[in-house]
């Protein structure tokens, strides 16, 4: 009845349910039952938040930091992002031009919201974060997803790209290092890229939350390094989430051309107001404090990475890139589909996930959440014996399909 008397609105009913909390929903479950699941489903790194931050948030709550705070977030903590652009990359943002949000997803949401008319077109490079596209859609563009090649590492292929622009096409959103395939866009592709985005007068929305997190040798190239006069069509978008164990803090923050940021303060004023006054300094000492945290989590995630690809490769009929950033793989199970289970046949990347939940009690997200039904994602942000443990629980389960 009430169903009939409370009508959802259309926005609603376009977006599907995540397939990663059906997935996480399941396994908790299985667990709570008893079940010794490993997961390797979470994306969010398995070390505590460090000992100073944490002091820090405690220490804003006995000096009556628990009230609301400017929009944008607190003038501190706006200056010492502006600090970390100028030491890592050189590039001037003015406290202005910062917005601290409820976690990088929330800055997102705000930034599409801030940006998009109904029919405007946003290219997404897929495989690709999961809440990209209905973020998109709650705002009332289109998705357009565009295609990225195993072959090539998931590197942005131009001409690709370019096949995609229309006169609607208003923005295009860079995810490197990615989730979920732990790619890393080359300089040449972003080069190219550059062109297409100056071309049609592009938005770039870049999404860095993993840039800390990168196992190449030197710089990570960025959009921004490589065009530089592409900086008042660039949103950046970042957090302390990853790169100091902060996901449950949620603080994210934003840095764009001012009248975008403004825009952006608009919505968030009539949304959340502003982000939780003590994680705003603990996100604080995160950032002008001791930066040695993110080395020691490399250091830990190295061999897990260098175990989790080789085990894959090893795989039979299992293809697997090796992740350039970030603390994901996403191997291509596709030449498993069409093989039966004793509870029937694997179809695709959602029933391959279920299966494997099911016969060897291990937790992970299927592709088809990020754009890729060939692949699943495995997160290598736990520990090595769960990671032998779920290597050998796979192997064994994959070899049991007929």
């Known amino acids: 009845m009430s169903s009939e008397i409370i009508q ?45 931050v944490c002091d820090a948030g405690k220490q804003a709550i006995d000096d ?17 992002i502006c600090a970390r652009f100028k030491a890592d990359h050189g590039w001037d943002y003015e406290p202005d031009q910062i917005q601290v949000c409820c976690g990088g997803k929330h800055g997102l949401y705000t930034s599409f919201q801030a ?52 006169d609607k096409t208003r923005a295009i959103v860079l995810n490197s290092p990615s989730n979920p395939t732990g790619a890393v866009f080359s300089a040449e592709a972003l080069a190219a890229v550059a062109e297409i985005i100056r071309k049609h007068k592009l938005l770039v929305i870049s999404d860095d939350m993993y840039e800390t997190l990168i196992f190449m040798e030197g710089k990570l190239p960025h959009i921004l390094d490589i065009a530089p006069d592409l900086k008042e069509q660039t949103l950046i978008l970042n957090g302390v989430s990853k790169s100091f164990s902060m996901t449950g803090w949620r603080i994210g923050y934003s840095a764009g051309p001012l009248h975008l940021i403004k825009a952006m303060n608009k919505i968030q004023s009539q949304s959340t107001s502003n982000p939780a006054a003590p994680s705003q300094y603990a996100a604080l000492a995160a950032l002008t404090g001791p930066q040695d945290f993110t080395k020691m989590m490399m250091k830990s995630f190295r061999p897990r990475r260098r ?31 069409g093989k039966k289970s004793k509870n029937g046949e694997i179809t695709g990347s959602v029933s391959l996930a279920d299966y494997l939940l099911d016969e060897a009690l291990v937790a992970t997200v299927p592709g088809a959440a990020f754009g890729s039904d060939e692949f699943i994602r495995f997160s290598f942000a736990t520990s090595m014996e769960i990671i032998h443990e779920g290597m050998e629980r796979v192997t064994k389960a994959l070899e049991e399909l007929k």
């Open 115 to 166: 940006l998009l008319n109904p029919g405007d077109e946003v290219l997404i490079p897929a495989p690709y974060w999961v809440s990209y596209p209905p973020m998109v859609q709650l705002a009332g563009g289109t998705p357009v997803i565009v295609p990225l090649d195993e072959k090539r590492d998931f590197d942005l292929n131009p001409d690709t790209l370019a096949s995609y622009v229309t």
């Open 64 to 80: 009556g930091h628990t009230r609301y705070t400017p929009v944008p977030g607190v003038l501190e903590l706006r200056e010492a």
């Open 8 to 52: 959802l609105a259309d926005r609603v009913l376009q977006v599907a349910p995540s397939p990663t909390l059906a997935v996480n929903a399941k396994a908790k479950a299985l667990k709570a039952a008893g079940a010794d699941v490993l997961n390797f489903s979470v994306g969010e790194p398995d070390f505590q938040t460090p000992d100073h």
């Open 307 to 337: 175990f989790i690809v080789d085990s894959f490769q090893a795989m039979k009929g299992v293809s697997c890139v090796e992740p350039a950033g970030a603390f994901y793989v996403f191997p291509n199970f596709s030449s498993y589909y």
